[in-house]
């Protein structure tokens, strides 16, 4: 009987207004529960389950100051503390669309809407704990990461008829896509996606030719998705993935601006959003998700500094390149960002450290070299005080900074202390190589073969325009290359030649040598760039009007 089940379960309940946990702490003991604990906001819930393993959670969205219903199951979630075979209910008077769809992303297995009645909450009670009981062997394994023993009684549980036939073929298939055997997965997703076309099996199908790099292909399957299911916001995630790994950064930041506009809650694709738009030059529209994201971690359990260095250091790079009218705006919006990471993060000494660096930058941008000095001279004391190893964020940071400031024997010691120390992390690597000449990343010198590759191939074959776009690209993410500066230098030169009037291919092509300039003579693209030049002085520079 499910009435004794009750007595035998852990509740806990968690809800800011105390007559709202004595009612509903009283309608459990009313079905038979005996273990009821509640909570009255997030961090005093979450503390709860550190120390207990409850198996029934009513919680509240709106859980006043701090975490929220949606934050407290993400965070239980992916700390482990909420089991497989645990159930979560987001007990709420919220009915906003934009809540309940971000809450439903994160897939509580049930949403009770205040006010209910001890029948409805018996109904939805009752019938989360038989779906339980029926899969009980599937989740207890899940619990223990035990993938294929999963597998297996999904496959007991289908062969029987089991009425969860459905559930269970998604839950082998989604394992077996992390377990990364992915022809089996995408068989199972294919026939899926024909029988019925589910928006698990085109989610899934489509991840998994991502993953097989069948890009085209996969865009179909994940358009499909979309289209058929608008709020599928996962499917968008991908799309944008996708686009990014063809380079495709327009394409990308277009399906998370859609996924935004669906549901703006997520701090992750915030940052996704953000990231891309720097990517691509879109300085509002990355400052207004770099803001967007700070707002939404706090409380949640992607808080941290580098959230808001981010903001700061996307600010500042704006400064740098931003009309004169706006200039001391964004001044002080990076000088207010950078103050409220100091405040915010003041027991942090490698934060503060970037924090003075990104202040750095901001002073060099708007050429005030008293302060870039005074800066850059605290920064220096402060390193010399300390004999603390330097955290890589940190040299990342200063690594940028003596770029910026064009300190270029103080940015080649501390980037070849990068390389000696981190070059094996591929993250850190990744970021090394938006710095120097040759990528150190494996990721980075393939990345630089293949634009190479398609973008000669387009030089070749006088497709001009299509070759800038590739090197201009590559650019973006390995702006220090000496080859892909050359290639694209070579390219706008093509572009030129009979047709000097076009101001922006001049200015680029004059930052390409500017990158480059400091080439040696014993440098194997020496000749190359000698001869660049002599082509790019004998144009006729464009007249102003």
């Not at 701090?66 to 497989?84: A, S, V």
């Not at 499917?235 to 990308?252: L, T």
């Not at 701090?267 to 529209?285: F, G, K, T």
């Amino acid at each position: 009987m499910l009435t004794d089940q009750y007595q035998q379960k852990r509740f806990l309940v968690v809800d800011d207004f105390e007559n709202f946990r004595n009612s509903l702490k009283k309608m459990l003991f009313d079905l038979g529960g005996q273990y009821v604990d509640t909570a009255a906001n997030g961090n005093q819930a979450l503390k709860r389950c550190e120390q207990v393993a409850y198996d029934i959670l009513l919680v509240d969205y709106n859980l006043g100051d701090g975490k929220n219903g949606q934050q407290l199951l993400e965070q239980l979630r992916l700390t482990k503390l909420l089991k497989h075979t645990s159930i979560f209910i987001m007990v709420t008077a919220e009915v906003d669309k934009e809540v309940v769809i971000s809450t439903m992303e994160y897939q509580p297995e049930a949403y009770l809407a205040k006010p209910f009645t001890l029948g409805l909450l018996k109904h939805r009670l009752d019938k989360a704990l038989r779906r339980n009981e029926s899969l009980h062997d599937i989740l207890s394994a899940l619990n223990e990461d035990n993938y294929a023993s999963a597998i297996a009684h999904c496959d007991e549980l289908m062969r029987n008829g089991s009425r969860y036939s459905s559930w269970c073929l998604k839950t082998k298939a989604d394992l077996l896509y992390q377990l990364e055997h992915l022809d089996e997965a995408k068989s199972i997703y294919q026939q899926a996606a024909r029988e019925r076309q589910p928006d698990w099996a085109l989610l899934g199908l489509g991840k998994t030719l991502a993953k097989q790099k069948y890009y085209p292909e996969a865009l179909r399957t994940l358009t499909t998705l979309v289209q058929n299911n608008p709020v599928a916001l996962e499917g968008y995630d991908w799309i944008a993935k996708i686009h990014q790994e063809m380079d495709d950064y327009v394409s990308a930041q277009k399906a998370l601006a859609k996924a935004v506009s669906i549901s703006p809650r997520s701090p992750l694709r915030q940052q996704a959003l953000a990231e891309v738009c720097w990517r691509n030059n879109d300085w509002d529209m990355a400052i207004e998700a770099y803001g967007r994201t700070v707002d939404l971690s706090r409380h949640s359990i992607h808080y941290g500094p580098n959230n808001s260095l981010d903001l700061a250091r996307c600010l500042t790079s704006y400064v740098a390149v931003a009309d004169e009218e706006n200039i001391e705006r964004l001044k002080q919006d990076s000088l207010h960002a950078i103050s409220k990471i100091t405040k915010e993060f003041k027991g942090n000494s490698e934060v503060r450290m970037q924090s003075k660096l990104i202040e750095t930058r901001l002073y060099a941008a708007v050429r005030d070299e008293k302060k870039t000095k005074e800066m850059i001279n605290t920064v220096e004391a402060m390193c010399d005080k300390s004999d603390a190893r330097r955290a890589p964020e940190t040299l990342l940071e200063l690594a940028r900074t003596y770029t910026f400031i064009d300190d270029k024997e103080k940015a080649e010691e501390v980037i070849a202390r990068l390389t000696e120390e981190y070059a094996h992390d591929p993250l850190i690597a990744k970021q090394i190589d938006t710095l120097v000449e040759t990528p150190v990343s494996q990721e980075g010198k393939d990345k630089v073969a293949q634009f190479n590759k398609i973008g000669i191939q387009h030089y070749k074959n006088d497709e001009f325009i299509v070759a800038i776009k590739k090197f201009s690209t590559a650019l973006q993410l390995y702006p220090k290359n000496i080859v892909l500066n050359l290639n694209l230098a070579q390219a706008l030169l093509s572009q030129l030649t009979g047709n000097t009037n076009n101001q922006e291919y001049w200015d680029r092509c004059q930052l390409c040598f500017m990158q480059v300039e400091h080439i040696s003579e014993t440098h194997e693209q020496y000749g190359r760039y000698i001869q660049a030049k002599k082509i790019h002085d004998s144009l006729k520079q464009p007249s102003l009007n």
